[in-house]
């Protein structure tokens, strides 16, 4: 059997409604007063009244960051870092989408150190520890509330990851209720996006282990039975919450066995062309899966399958093919952009693209089949 180390959030609380009960967290912590991280449109949406009625409940003070946007830059976060301190804040909760509790998470750990954001970005580069935090996705995409990773969009509209334990929260709260009026084309991209860290976690090249293909192939499972309902029935709460729990578990084996080439051609398109993330995964997602196809065919014969049933019985060559026409025609079955020229990308726009793939060594390091540049390039080509 393989050494491998695993890693994930200490609590989670599943329940819809839970939100209500993140002031009676925060209290239990010992906070007094926190950060409340998020996004004008939740706040506007009502999605955070019930979170804030129960700090307030609980009697915990509250300092709202509400300018958080998509891809958070770096200038960003670090002034509501300075908001935070100046407030002296004791916690941090973070309801929202991912770019939100990316930047909670950060928050959370810069507000108690000295040390510049700059020396974090890498592996296990963070030193110390930080704030309670609590996390409540309102989104079913990014697992951002179970891994120890936070994504952030330099001055040079480069993608950087800042990835450490310190970063996992105290308290992941799946709620049903923030993502019931999601609409169907965010629903859908967030849940391929899940998806992405999923297949992803179960092909990657360093640092697969049990746990994580065991958690990935149940939130396939979940995503692939769930996807349509909730873009179709948005109201089917039992089909948010399973949502739910699919994204996360894949986030949990994503955080232990690392993305790859999707996310390393993904984020250039939201550097650059602020493509939302979700959506920048599914637009390559069935171009890198057919590149990679040589490399995976075994991993994606056991999980296409869950994903697709009607791949049930089917030869190994022709499951790892079903995967990718599956995944081409899911974005137009749920209402989505699927092409990159649908997004504003054009044909001299790809030679950067790929040169700014080819920057996210992290991440393809743990791809199944090496990429090269000119793979990248054919690849963009083939999505445009």
Known sequence: ????QF???KSILCEVGATAKIGNLMAEMGCNKIAFVTDKM?????????????LKAAGVAVHIIDDVVADPPEAMILKAVEEAKAEGVDGVVSVGGGSSLDTAKLIAVLVGSNQPIEEMYGVGLVKGGRLPLVLAPTTAGTGSEVTPISIVTTGTNEKKGVVSPQLLPDWA????????GLPAHVTAATGIDAMVHAIEAFTSKHKKNIVSDTLAREALSLLGANIHTACTQGEDRDARSNMLLGSMLAGMAFANAPVAAVHALAYPLGGHFHVPHGLSNALVLPYVLDFNMSAATDQYAEIGPIIFPALVGKSTDAIGEGMVEGFKAMGPELGMQSKLAEVGVNHNNLPMLAEDAMKQTRLLVNNPREMTYEAALAIYTAAL
Request: aromatic content about 4%; glycine content about 10%.
């Open 42 to 54: 939740i706040l506007e949406l009502g999605l955070a009244d019930a979170a804030l009625g129960g």
């Open 173 to 180: 709260i799946l709620d049903a209720e923030l993502t019931v």
């Open 1 to 4: 059997m393989h050494a491998f």
């Open 7 to 9: 890693q994930t959030t």
